[in-house]
């Protein structure tokens, strides 16, 4: 198999782990350094929309469904939740120390946190 990469943004914000939504339509972009998190169209690599995040995005996931996506708040213990149309956070909440990693357990539908 071969690989291609894309360069899906160049803002030079410290971004972070990318995540592709189910269809593969569409990526988050945590931005560490601008505490944003960006929606990429990857038929294009236009940025879409952008969101305040709390401080120090990193994990990103989109929720089954496709209308929301979450974002884990590193640098402040918050897991923030987003709606994809408009793009915007609707809630924040405490998460811990340190929250980053995110994955969706039971079928897709328990978002788990680490």
């Known amino acids: 198999m071969a690989l291609r990469f894309v360069r899906l943004d160049n803002f030079r914000r410290a971004p972070v782990r990318v995540t592709i939504s189910g269809d593969g339509t569409r990526a988050l972009v945590p931005h560490r350094g601008s505490n944003e998190v960006h929606l990429i169209d990857l038929k294009s690599h236009a940025v879409l929309a952008r969101a305040k995040t709390g401080k120090g995005p990193g994990g990103a ?32 909440h405490p998460a811990g120390k340190g929250p980053d990693g995110l994955h969706l357990l039971g079928g897709g539908v328990t978002p788990c946190l680490a």
């Open 61 to 92: 996931l989109f929720l089954p469904g496709g209308k929301q996506a979450l974002v884990a708040n590193t640098g402040e213990g918050t897991v923030s939740i987003l709606d994809l149309d408009p793009f915007r956070v609707t809630s924040t």
